[in-house]
């Protein structure tokens, strides 16, 4: 039961900070992910936890589904928020005119 309420919003994303939660998913992911963050302040709350989600929508999506020996996850702060890149080394497959990917 832990384990799926911090699912649905990680303690450690409250308790110190998208920086530290992305270090924890990317060190539970199935391949190897370099993680780069440049963040001068941590994001409000929301911001932080739309990026989390994102990247690890992300990063199941790439374990599960285009065949990737590695990956980086980017994150940075901007003027307006922030700018979050995952790129990965795999085949790829989706097919925006169809609506995935």
Same mark, same amino acid.
Request: proline letters at 7%.
């Given at each position: 039961?832990?384990?799926?309420?911090?699912?649905?919003?990680?303690?450690?994303?409250?308790? #110190?900070?998208?920086?530290? @939660?992305?270090?924890?998913? *990317?060190?539970?992911?199935?391949? /190897?992910?370099? $993680?780069? !963050?440049?963040?001068?302040?941590?994001?409000?709350?929301?911001?932080?936890?739309?990026?989390?989600?994102?990247?690890?929508?992300?990063?199941?999506?790439? #374990?599960?589904?285009?065949? @990737?020996?590695?990956?980086? *996850?980017?994150?940075?702060?901007? /003027?307006?928020? $922030?700018? !979050?890149?995952?790129?990965?080394?795999?085949?790829?497959?989706?097919?925006?005119?169809?609506?995935?990917?």
């Amino acid at each position: 039961m832990r384990d799926l309420a911090r699912g649905i919003h990680p303690a450690i994303l409250s308790e #110190a900070g998208l920086e530290a @939660a992305l270090e924890s998913l *990317v060190g539970r992911s199935t391949l /190897p992910v370099r $993680l780069e !963050v440049d963040l001068p302040q941590e994001p409000p709350a929301p911001v932080a936890a739309a990026a989390y989600f994102a990247v690890s929508e992300a990063l199941t999506n790439v #374990a599960k589904h285009v065949h @990737a020996s590695d990956a980086v *996850v980017s994150v940075e702060a901007t /003027p307006s928020g $922030l700018r !979050v890149v995952v790129v990965d080394d795999g085949v790829g497959g989706a097919v925006a005119a169809e609506g995935s990917g």
